[in-house]
């Protein structure tokens, strides 16, 4: 199992409940959408795999590991095999991107070599070729400030795919990406998590991309899971009851109306993204 | 209708003015206290005494002789302050790391070994005050007792109480800009000091430069005050010349701490420059 949860729930200090008897799983190699309206718990329930909170109930498991007993050194070592996407990547503005890649090793690298790279960078080719998957490796001395909001996403991306991590976490990879390039971004995740054979959770906005990308979808609504399914059977139904709160018809890229193909369609991955 | 809509009046109008009100009756007793009543300083009498100390001082002193003491006594001044602060940052910088809230990795989750860093936060707390509550002044008078009289003694009691103040505002400089980078960083398993240096720095180092430069103008200031108890340096030569009531050369010795003071201004708008 890559990771477990059992009716765990997390509630905040200030007594807001964000989850509540989430139980999933999930095998090794597996890939997961999770898909909801805004205020659903998405962040929250990635923030719980990435060993960054601590749940209120239940019991939590990560990469056979249980986060919550373990010495703040194993700790560490297991944190070093979680990677997570940002929604905003939080890097220094004054960084450059580069820098910003190469600190998905930090916690590998051994500390001289860190800080050695602060003076030359110490893996420029391996910053690059990541950068390039994505189609940004022009930019990879820029000063992270001077990008946009779609290109210090595919920068975050970029550290997470250089960290290699064997789970891989993203919170709204692309939400500032046009369809094309989030597709293609998408792309490159799936493809790294399906090469090594690593379990990627993905939460995401735009149900088109979920239903197109990820064998798995899970809809969380109000702190807790409403469904979960391959897509073919996320039926049109299902979706307008999770967005019901939100607006009349499910989010999509640039707001095209959400096409339903025919079932048994929609797991099969379309060839030209399989090899970009 | 106007009569019937009472104007609103703002609800903290009350508690403003009373904290105004308490202000200056605290304010009031502390000025008598002091003794503060500036038209003493404009009768004649002491107009005329002031002016007879300060006719003294010019022409300043310009033989050959003595500026070339006071050249010395400028480098062994520039040599104190400048160890002194470099000593200050050694004590300062592992007091900050780990005074800094926003790098503590206990507090993601919270995880294991967080009553430990309470604990060693505290120490680091009561380690600084003690460091910075005694004078820089009564350290050189111990250290001048303990070493004997020259530039040993200024050097260690700068080092002493500058590294408190140098600690305290690294904290505080550190704990004011986002500490989200760095906490990502720790939870991708990152340690401590580099979270700081890939994290925090990028954003703190430029506020971080031009405090520690202005500390090292203000070090040459006090080396100054610490040569009156015969710490060494540019002080030292100022003691000589009021005892002897010799304002030609504390005039030359004036005129040098004010190029001083412009030669620090230089340095840190040139290094504020460099990292912007």
């Avoid at chain 1, 993905?202 to 899970?218: E, G, K, M, T, Y």
């Avoid at chain 2, 003690?130 to 009289?149: C, N, Q, T």
Wanted: aromatic share 6%.
């Amino acid at each position: 199992m890559s990771f477990q949860l059992d009716n765990v729930g997390l509630r905040y200090p200030n007594e807001q409940q964000a989850l509540s008897r989430i139980t999933l799983g999930a095998g090794r190699g597996e890939r997961i959408a999770v898909i909801g309206p805004s205020g659903a718990g998405k962040t929250s329930l990635l923030r719980l795999l990435a060993a960054a909170l601590r749940p209120s109930d239940g019991r939590i498991e990560v990469l056979q590991q249980k986060p919550w007993q373990l010495s703040s050194r194993a700790l560490r070592r297991l944190r070093c095999r979680i990677g997570v996407v940002h929604q905003k990547p939080p890097i220094p503005g004054r960084q450059r991107a580069v820098t910003a890649i190469l600190a998905g090793r930090l916690g590998v690298w051994p500390w001289w070599k860190s800080v050695l790279s602060l003076i030359y960078p110490a893996d420029i080719d391996g910053a690059e070729a990541q950068l390039a998957r994505l189609e940004l490796a022009d930019r990879l001395f820029e000063r992270c400030d001077r990008l946009s909001g779609g290109q210090l996403q595919r920068v975050g991306v970029a550290r997470v795919l250089y960290q290699q991590p064997d789970l891989i976490l993203a919170d709204e990879p692309v939400s500032a990406m046009d369809p094309t390039l989030a597709n293609h971004t998408i792309s490159q995740l799936v493809n790294e998590a399906s090469s090594r054979s690593v379990t990627m959770v993905a939460s995401l906005h735009a149900v088109d991309l979920a239903l197109h990308w990820f064998p798995r979808i899970v809809g969380l609504k109000g702190g807790a899971v409403a469904f979960d399914l391959p897509p073919v059977r996320v039926s049109d139904a299902l979706l307008r009851d999770l967005y019901a709160s939100e607006s009349s018809v499910p989010p999509t890229q640039g707001l095209e109306p959400l096409a339903l193909p025919e079932p048994g369609f929609r797991h099969a991955m379309p060839r030209k993204f399989l090899s970009p | 209708m106007m009569a019937t809509h009472a104007h609103r009046l703002d609800p903290d109008a009350l508690k403003r003015a009373t904290g105004l009100l308490v202000g200056l009756l605290l304010l009031w007793p502390l000025l008598v206290l002091s003794q503060f009543q500036p038209a003493a300083l404009f009768e004649a009498r002491n107009l005329m005494a002031m002016a007879n100390f300060l006719k003294g001082f010019v022409p300043p002193e310009m033989s050959a002789d003595f500026l070339g003491r006071t050249v010395t006594a400028t480098i062994e001044t520039l040599a104190i302050a400048t160890a002194g602060v470099a000593l200050a940052f050694l004590i300062a910088a592992p007091l900050a790391l780990a005074m800094t809230r926003a790098l503590s990795i206990a507090r993601i989750g919270p995880g294991p070994g967080r009553h430990l860093s309470d604990v060693l936060h505290a120490i680091a707390r009561v380690l600084l005050v003690s460091l910075r509550g005694v004078p820089e002044l009564v350290w050189a008078l111990v250290f001048v007792r303990a070493l004997g009289l020259g530039a040993a003694a200024g050097v260690l009691a700068l080092a002493i109480t500058y590294g408190g103040m140098l600690a305290k505002v690294y904290a505080e400089i550190l704990e004011s800009c986002d500490a989200e980078p760095a906490r990502v960083l720790l939870q991708a398993g990152s340690r401590r000091t580099l979270a700081l240096l890939y994290g925090l720095l990028p954003n703190a180092a430029q506020e971080m430069v031009s405090y520690t430069v202005y500390r090292w103008e203000c070090a040459v200031r006090a080396s100054v005050v610490m040569g009156f108890v015969g710490a060494g340096g540019l002080g030292q030569l100022m003691d000589q010349a009021m005892k002897m009531l010799n304002g030609g050369e504390a005039a030359t010795i004036l005129i040098v701490f004010i190029l001083l003071v412009l030669l620090a201004d230089a340095i840190s708008a040139g290094l504020r420059r460099q990292l912007s």
